[in-house]
């Protein structure tokens, strides 16, 4: 069904913008899709439709991918929203088929115009066409994947209601299905936490698009000023897709309950595209972001949670702090960890509250500027650096500011005697480098 409107969508305005190759196509698939959407909901025939689905449309869009621009299009952008449907209409066994074509031809086609760029014709007339394409194509991926996320979580609050009556009429009897309850309750846990992580994660940017074509549209701009908004508007297009692409990723990966993927990692690319995707947050209060780090430094961490504990632990920063205001953030090491601070001078955090921040209980608050939040994002964090052994703490004033702390190993310590016994140096120290 969610192809079916995606399609529907699809066809008229290829058409539209000038593509009728592509809208043709798009009808063409569509009138598919419809025939096995019968097939598979009242003919039973549901293991054939999932396969046709999966062949059909892996080959519209390696069409689309010729016949709208290429690289220069956005057909890079419904791989990977196809990725995500794929997923969550396949049989898990049929992953590891599915997932890795999807890639293999993404990758084999880019291929293709990197070296024969010819063959990929630039169907665009002007930039405002190139632009309408790429926003209406990020604006239908971003809905799609919304309503994708949350049916799947409908649908399980719906078998976890089914279960947990069944238990009710059987309660000890059976100690098997308490013992299944509790493990709902966890994966209803982790899921509601991974709901949490997306939306926060993805309102900051979409309210910075959405200000961006305010500004396109209720205003009187000249070329100067509407080239520039464009510039701008696309880098964050660009920079909330890169975002989108790794919490699926971590979040396809978090499904079989929380575990921390550990790697060696320089705090350069922990920091930097958080401090990118903040600072534009920041700039619309004036609050000035100063660093104080060394880029070469090497901590044994999971890139993903550290990048979303990062960004939850700032956006509280830029959150609570007022216009004109200085957030000032610096990495020290102390023994075998490396300790990152955040410290901000804003309004600071009430004695009350400081004793259940980490926790469910805390209340959301409004931040200088009204802004809004969803009140578990310290206590996602509080979790995830957990997975990865290390702490996290503050200390806070009311009225003159906090300061986090975020302690992380800076190498494996669980081999790290084996390292030493064997001779060998350990990651970080200075014989190693």
């Known amino acids: 069904m969610i192809s079916i409107f995606a399609l529907s969508y699809n066809v008229p305005f290829n058409y539209v913008i000038g593509l009728p190759s592509v809208a043709l196509a798009s009808l063409i698939v569509l009138l598919i899709t419809a025939g096995l959407y019968y097939a598979s909901r009242f003919r039973n025939k549901v293991a054939i439709s999932i396969l046709i689905v999966n062949i059909v449309g892996l080959m519209l869009f390696t069409v689309n991918y010729f016949l709208n621009s290429g690289l220069s299009g956005p057909t890079d952008l419904f791989f990977l929203l196809f990725l995500l449907l794929s997923i969550g209409i396949s049989p898990a066994e049929q992953y590891k088929v599915w997932i890795p074509i999807n890639i293999g031809i993404l990758l084999t086609i880019n291929a293709i115009e990197l070296f024969n760029p010819e063959i990929v014709p630039y169907t665009y007339t002007n930039k405002l066409n190139r632009f309408v394409d790429h926003m209406s194509a990020y604006a239908v991926v971003a809905a799609i994947t919304y309503f994708c996320i949350d049916y799947i979580r409908g649908s399980y609050e719906r078998e976890k209601l089914s279960a947990l009556e069944k238990s009710r009429a059987i309660e000890g009897k059976n100690e098997h299905i308490l013992q299944q309850n509790k493990e709902l309750e966890k994966l209803n846990a982790e899921k509601n936490k991974l709901m949490s992580i997306v939306a926060h994660d993805l309102r900051s940017p979409l309210g910075s698009i959405q200000n961006f074509l305010e500004l396109l549209t ?138 259940l921040i980490f926790s469910l209980n805390v209340e959301s608050t409004f931040g200088t500027n009204n802004e809004k939040g969803v009140g578990l994002g310290l206590l996602l964090c509080m979790d995830f650096i957990k997975a990865q052994n290390g702490r996290i703490w503050f200390e806070s004033e009311p009225g003159n500011g906090t300061s986090f702390y975020i302690s992380i190993p800076r190498f494996d310590k669980s081999a790290s005697e084996q390292t030493v016994s064997a001779g060998h140096p350990q990651p970080g120290t200075s014989e190693s480098l």
């Not at 922990?270 to 972001?289: G, Q, W």
């Not at 104080?292 to 956006?315: H, T």
């Open 218 to 355: 209720q205003h009187d701009l000249d070329e100067a000023q509407k080239t520039a908004i464009e510039s701008d508007l696309l880098n964050s297009t660009k920079n909330t897709l890169a975002m989108l692409s790794k919490l699926l990723d971590w979040s396809k990966s978090q499904l079989q309950g929380l575990s921390a993927r550990m790697e060696y990692v320089s705090l350069n690319n922990l920091l930097t595209p958080t401090l990118h995707l903040e600072k534009d947050v920041a700039a619309r209060k004036n609050i000035d972001i100063s660093t104080d780090f060394d880029p070469s430094v090497i901590v044994y961490a999971d890139s993903d949670m550290m990048q979303l504990i990062l960004r939850n632990i700032i956006g509280n920063a830029i959150k609570f702090t007022p216009n004109g205001g200085k957030i000032h953030i610096q990495s020290t090491s102390d023994g075998d960890n490396c300790i990152i601070a955040i410290r901000d001078n804003g309004i600071g955090i009430s004695q009350e509250k400081q004793q």
